[in-house]
């Protein structure tokens, strides 16, 4: 719109003294480009306050930040793999490790961030063992055996048919599923036991494992 | 929320959690509360990752979360109680001020931990005490002192509980939520050691092996977990305030009065009222201590002073019963941040400046005429310095037009302060120095990092020295593998990053008091 109005003579659509330049006063020449990111200072801050409690109170925000890094409660990137395996390496993340335990109560958190404890599954694969060769000798002892413990077997049995007739056959039921609930729950334990430890060292890992999650290092040698 | 204060939390995380746990809640702050996959989606951080720093987020009171509509767990982020860790070495002190080193360290151990059971903090600060105490060779004290600290804390509600969680049929977590009634968050649980429950950390399923193995010793306050309370610690920061306020204007003893009637209406007065509970008189005496010997007739002069006075401290609201006073908090703490904004204006623009602006503050709103006239300063200078003033926005301008085409030559043009408006600018601008000082520590820690580690290496091999029982030249001889230029060079990193941490924490007294007061204008302006 400036100075499009004919025989003007002026840059300006309006009257320069409105703004408060008085006739024949220069304009200040127009900026054109950004301000500078760091402008000369012209007043210098002012010194900081001293004191005692000041210098207290830098000392317990130095000693918060030194403590604050070495509680559970710091999490960085995995850390990058070193150039060389140190032999101090060792013991410093030892330490570590015991220093940076910490278990949340999870009574207080959702449980969606509870890790998930990765069950291990029992793979049937056994090692190829060769059978043992039964020569002819030892299956004649073992039919030997066999019949001594048949003969014995069939005294107790004897007794035992003597001693109660009628309920006889609901005992050994009884007996028989007695030990099966003993065997579930030798199993359960077993179980829970791994998922113990398991969880325990899967929490808080300093990342060493990062990246490298498809294999499981735990599941023992492969055949 | 404001960037820069967005940023300011991030670095704070950054220096105090780690990394990970500043990107989550970078990301929590920047687009409000989300669920995991999403955070994970955009941050590109494992998810394994994120739960654990939302764990240690929600450990520290940080964030809470809610179930929303369509049934999946929300994390909301708190960014102000982030951003408050700056205040912690505050009120750390503050603890230590008031009710020594015990108090100090249950203090520390809370804010270091986020929140903690009664019995783990005691029993640990009376160790840390202990292990002090012996070095400086006292005698113990027992964790059962500590305990009736801690209980002391809760009383003065220095300490409060945890937000409560929300279980749904099956036991499991969904949401937190506060206690409706605030007593409640200042109950005490017993501490006898007699009724002991199971501990069963899982929430559900079969017992595990680890909690039958602690079983053992299950503290008697389990569940009940504790953490500071900071709008406790920031009303007595803002007593301290107005105390120091009058101490500086009128006299020790005005101080002690005023010291006095806010303790006195402390319970009467509601929480976040702009003026305190009315008082008498008689009571005011009363309730000064003796040892300051005044008389009925001095404590009347000093009330009728600070009456007078220009800040308005208190007023007096009825003549009835010898005269009952009230303590205009909001009139303090208004001409604490306007004293502050003052201060900043001839830091930054000059004393003629802050001529100008004064004059605007006291004349309400004037036109350029006028205030180069009550300023007294010559028209083009003045011009100069009102427009610098008015590109950083500190005063602003109202047109008002004498017709309606709002044609220049036919409107006046009024300057004027926005107090409120003025206060909210360089509380951003706290925010990004406070956020700049973070950054510039770390990069000199980073610059130095060589010599650093150096000097590390050599205070640890002289210290086992000193275990092993070395001599004075062999000590020395290490000591000297820091050659002189490198101790120059550790010396002047030292200076810098104390300096920048003492900055960081005046600059946090200001960001405090500014906060404050646009707190308790928020509530006192009118709802349009």
Redesign the interface.
């Known amino acids: 719109m400036a100075g499009r109005g004919r025989g003007r003579g002026k840059t300006m659509s309006?009257?320069v003294e409105?703004l408060?330049f008085g006739r024949g006063e220069t304009l200040p020449a127009p900026v054109q480009q950004p301000r500078p990111i760091y402008p000369p200072q012209?007043?210098k801050?002012?010194a900081?306050?001293e004191g005692e409690?000041?210098e207290?109170?830098?000392a317990?925000?130095?000693e918060?930040?030194g403590?604050?890094k070495k509680?559970p409660?710091?999490?960085?990137?995995s850390e990058k793999k070193r150039d060389v395996e140190r032999y101090s390496d060792k013991y410093q993340l030892a330490q570590q490790e015991s220093e940076r335990k910490w278990?949340?109560?999870?009574?207080?958190?959702?449980?969606?961030?509870?890790?998930a404890t990765r069950r291990k599954i029992k793979s049937n694969i056994k090692p190829n063992l060769k059978k043992a060769r039964v020569t002819e000798r030892d299956k004649e002892d073992i039919v030997k055996k066999l019949e001594i413990l048949e003969t014995t077997d069939s005294k107790t049995e004897d007794k035992d048919k003597e001693d109660d007739e009628k309920d006889g056959e609901e005992k050994k039921k009884k007996d028989e599923d007695g030990e099966d609930i003993v065997d579930e729950e030798e199993i359960f334990d077993d179980e829970?036991?791994e998922?113990?430890t398991d969880y325990?060292q899967s929490?808080?890992d300093n990342g060493e494992g990062f990246g490298d999650d498809d294999d499981d290092g735990d599941e023992g040698p492969v055949y | 929320m404001s960037k820069c204060k967005v940023e300011l939390a991030y670095q704070i995380l950054k220096?105090?959690?780690?990394?990970?746990?500043a990107e989550i809640a970078r990301h929590l702050m920047k687009f409000g509360p989300r669920h995991?996959k999403l955070i994970s989606e955009v941050t590109q951080l494992r998810v394994?990752?994120i739960?654990?720093?939302?764990?240690?987020l929600?450990?520290?009171n940080f964030v809470k979360?809610d179930r929303n509509k369509k049934g999946v767990?929300e994390y909301a982020i708190n960014t102000d109680a982030v951003s408050l860790q700056l205040r912690?070495?505050?009120y750390?002190?503050c603890a230590k001020t008031l009710y020594g080193d015990a108090a100090e360290l249950l203090v520390?151990e809370l804010?270091?931990?986020?929140q903690s059971l009664m019995s783990i903090a005691s029993e640990r600060v009376t160790q840390r005490l202990n292990e002090a105490l012996e070095a400086t060779g006292n005698p113990k004290i027992t964790s059962s002192l500590v305990r009736d600290k801690f209980g002391l804390l809760v009383k003065t509600h220095f300490l409060r509980r945890?937000q409560t969680?929300l279980t749904d049929d099956e036991n499991?977590?969904?949401s937190s939520e506060e206690p409706k009634e605030t007593e409640s968050l200042f109950i005490l649980p017993p501490l006898e050691a007699g009724s002991k429950r199971k501990r069963?950390?899982?929430?559900s399923g079969?017992p595990?092996?680890?909690s039958k193995m602690e079983e053992m010793d299950i503290p008697p306050d389990d569940?009940v977990?504790w953490m500071i309370n900071v709008e406790r610690f920031h009303q007595y920061f803002r007593d301290q305030l107005i105390i120091n306020c009058v101490n500086s204007k009128i006299d020790k003893q005005a101080g002690e009065i005023i010291r006095n009637m806010l303790r006195l209406s402390e319970i009467k007065t509601e929480p976040h009222s702009t003026v305190s509970a009315t008082m008498t008189i008689t009571e005011i005496f009363h309730s000064l201590p003796k040892e300051l010997g005044m008389t009925k007739h001095i404590v009347e002069q000093y009330l009728s002073i600070l009456t007078e006075d220009s800040v308005d401290v208190i007023s007096k609201v009825c003549d009835s019963s010898g005269g009952l006073y009230v303590i205009n908090i909001f009139k303090v703490l208004k001409s604490l941040c306007q004293a502050h904004i003052e201060s900043f204006v001839q830091?930054?623009?000059?004393s003629k400046c802050l001529r100008i602006f004064r004059v605007l503050i006291l004349k309400k709103h004037l036109e350029?005429k006028q205030i180069e006239e009550y300023a007294m300063i010559p028209?083009k200078e003045a011009?100069e310095l009102l427009y610098n003033m008015f590109a950083e926005h500190f005063i602003t301008l109202t047109e008002i037009s004498k017709t309606v085409d709002h044609a220049?030559?036919r409107t006046y043009y009024v300057f004027r302060v926005n107090i409120d408006q003025v206060a909210r600018i360089i509380l951003e601008k706290c925010y990004k120095a406070a956020g700049n000082a973070i950054i510039r520590r770390q990069m000199e820690v980073a610059k130095h990092k060589r010599v650093l580690d150096k000097q590390e290496r050599v205070d640890a091999i002289i210290a086992s020295l000193d275990q092993a029982g070395a001599d004075e030249a062999q000590k020395e001889e290490i000591k000297e593998t820091i050659t002189p230029p490198e101790k120059e060079q550790l010396e002047r990193c030292r200076t810098t990053v104390?300096?920048l941490?003492?900055?960081?924490?005046?600059t946090d007294e200001t960001i405090f008091i500014i906060e404050t007061y646009l707190y308790y204008s928020l509530l006192n302006t009118p709802i349009k």
């Open positions: 309006f009257n409105m408060g012209i007043y801050p002012v900081l306050k409690d000041y207290y109170m830098l317990l925000k130095q918060f930040r403590a604050a509680s409660f710091y999490l960085n990137y278990i949340p109560d999870w009574r207080m958190f959702p449980a969606e961030l509870k890790p829970q036991l998922e113990e325990g929490y808080f | 220096e105090l959690h780690g990394e990970v746990v995991i394994n990752q739960k654990k720093g939302i764990c240690i929600i450990q520290h979360f767990t912690y070495p505050r750390i002190y520390e804010l270091q931990n986020g945890c969680v499991r977590v969904i069963n950390p899982d929430g079969p595990s092996k680890r569940g977990y830091e930054r623009f000059g350029q028209t011009k220049p030559s104390n300096m941490e003492q900055s960081e924490i005046q």
